[in-house]
């Protein structure tokens, strides 16, 4: 599975949006980017994902660099209740498995 | 609609004893998965079933790790014994699709191990 490089932590406003980067320079033609987050005490949740155009769902939106090697989550309006651990992870196109790094600290201040 | 159900949530025990941890995944759902976070290690795969086969184990750590779905339905991972690297939390998750990179896997809270 490809590696993905995300920054350890990153800090934000309650009510200001968030930008999450995600390099993955190795990504091959056929990775779907995904993204989960966990929460404090809580398993890994599934955020939103893609393969080349920029996504949005009610959680998140996903931009996707025109040449797939990284990608950013957004978060629009940070709430103390996204404070988590963002996980960037690529998947084969008949992947199964999840691959999780270290992941990117969010800390959201009030 | 519930969703992935772990038990025990916490279980604490000695060097050498066994412990089996239960994982009741989505109804419905064909794939599930265990995972595992060690102490201060990223969350590693363990292994996959499909429905009561296992799809895959490689992330199996060794012959000490038991992994069961009968039935197809709730699955089980036994550790006999456990070791005090084996402490970290267990998690599982389940899937509706398989061998498709845009399927969403749905945690469990974890079972969170503690071998002393």
């Known amino acids: 599975d490809a590696k993905t490089t995300q920054p350890n932590s990153m800090e934000s406003n309650e009510e200001e949006p968030v930008h999450l980067p995600c390099n993955h320079s190795?990504?091959?033609?056929?990775?779907?980017i995904h993204w989960y987050r966990q929460l404090p005490s809580q398993g890994p949740e599934y955020v939103i994902h893609g393969l080349t155009s920029n996504v949005n769902n009610r959680m998140a939106s996903l931009a996707i660099a025109e040449d797939r090697k990284s990608s950013t989550l957004i978060l629009h309006r940070a709430t103390l209740r996204d404070a988590a651990v963002y996980y960037c992870?690529?998947?084969?196109?008949?992947?199964?498995?999840?691959?999780f790094g270290a992941g990117t600290i969010l800390r959201v201040k009030s | 609609e519930a969703g992935v159900t772990q038990f025990p949530s916490h279980s604490v025990i000695e060097k050498g004893q066994t412990v089996t941890l239960r994982c009741d995944p989505i109804s419905g759902h064909d794939n599930l998965y265990w995972y595992r976070r060690v102490m201060g290690k990223e969350i590693k795969f363990l292994l996959h079933f499909v429905k009561e086969s296992k799809q895959d184990e490689s992330g199996m750590p060794n012959n000490r790790f038991l992994a069961e779905r009968t039935g197809g339905t709730y699955s089980t991972l036994k550790v006999q014994p456990a070791e005090l690297e084996d402490s970290g939390v267990y998690f599982c998750?389940?899937?509706?699709?398989?061998?498709?990179?845009?399927?969403?896997?749905?945690f469990g809270a974890g079972t969170r191990l503690s071998v002393l």
């Open positions: 190795t990504i091959s033609g056929t990775d779907y």
């Open positions: 998750a389940s899937s509706q699709v398989r061998g498709l990179a845009t399927g969403i896997q749905y």
């Open positions: 992870i690529l998947r084969a196109e008949y992947g199964n498995k999840l691959v």
